[in-house]
């Protein structure tokens, strides 16, 4: 099994940034594709970024497309998602979460993660 510990989030205020970190143990990260998650108060988890385990095909919710970059460095086994122009909008919890894929595949749907952190909690101020 992977183990999966996010950091990196805090408090910003709206057009910042942040770089979020996701550290893989147990397993080496290069034998699954990644995906970002965020949850806010009241609303349902939602998608925001996938990676191929290869890191050769990405996939972003639309509302984070040209803000937002998923990444991996698997030498390190650790995954990134850096986020830029921030709005007050992508508050929330983000989480990491890692699937087995099939092939080079990303995965845009929660259920088809197996492996999730813990939350790390982004505040954007207005």
């Known amino acids: 099994q992977v183990q999966l510990i996010e950091s990196g989030g805090g408090l910003v205020q709206a057009g910042g940034s942040l770089r979020l970190s996701c550290a893989a143990s147990?397993?080496?990260?290069?034998?699954?594709?990644m995906g970002w998650f965020r949850q806010a108060p009241g609303l349902e988890r939602e998608f925001v970024a996938a990676?191929?385990?290869?890191?050769?095909?990405?996939n972003y919710k639309d509302s984070v497309k040209g803000r937002f970059t998923i990444s991996r460095d698997n030498a390190k086994n650790t995954a990134y998602l850096s986020m830029n122009s921030l709005k007050p909008e992508d508050t929330a919890v983000y989480y990491c979460?890692?699937?087995?894929?099939?092939?080079?595949?990303?995965?845009?749907?929660?259920?088809?993660?197996?492996?999730w952190g813990q939350g790390t909690q982004v505040t954007v101020s207005s």
């Open positions: 979460a890692a699937a087995i894929p099939r092939g080079s595949a990303y995965y845009t749907q929660s259920r088809a993660y197996g492996y």
């Open positions: 147990g397993r080496t990260l290069s034998s699954y594709s």
């Open positions: 990676i191929s385990s290869n890191g050769g095909l990405t």
